[in-house]
């Protein structure tokens, strides 16, 4: 019979998107939607999916990361994986030390941002959610 490899699944999330990120012993590998990180463009969302890591270099060198997303627009999506990523580093690691470093550098790193966009209301459905009519004093 096969041993069961031993999987640590965690997730992140921002505005409408969702990521989950599965971490498994493996060589070091960063999947994002079954593109390397490297591969990542624009180079600007790349980096910070990176941050993590070049706070803590060589951190998981020896697990495999593969995070899927769902939702929402890029930059949502790529804050979403960095904090699954952040979350699955905290655990893997079991140290406050490196907690505290996150939480030090940007507490989005590990805590869900709860802000939304504001519904729109009946008055004014298609131009926003506090829009109005403008009204003329003559």
Not at 59 to 75: C, E, F, L, N, R
Request: glycine share 6%; net charge positive; proline share 3%.
């Amino acid at each position: 019979m096969k041993k069961r490899q031993k999987l640590l699944i965690t997730n992140g999330k921002r505005k409408r998107a969702i990521a989950r990120a599965v971490f498994k012993k493996g060589d070091g590998i960063i999947k994002i939607n079954k593109i390397l990180l490297d591969n990542i463009k624009p180079y600007l969302l790349q980096l910070k999916l990176k941050e993590p890591l070049l706070l803590k270099p060589n951190i998981i060198s020896k697990y495999d990361v593969i995070i899927t997303i769902k939702g929402g627009g890029i930059t949502g999506q790529t804050d979403a994986a960095r904090q699954a990523l952040c979350r699955g580093i905290v655990q893997l690691n079991k140290t406050d030390k490196i907690k505290q470093i996150f939480n030090n550098y940007n507490k989005n790193f590990l805590v869900t941002d709860s802000r939304r966009n504001e519904t729109s209301k009946p008055s004014a459905s298609r131009r926003g959610a506090r829009r109005k009519i403008q009204l003329s004093k003559r």
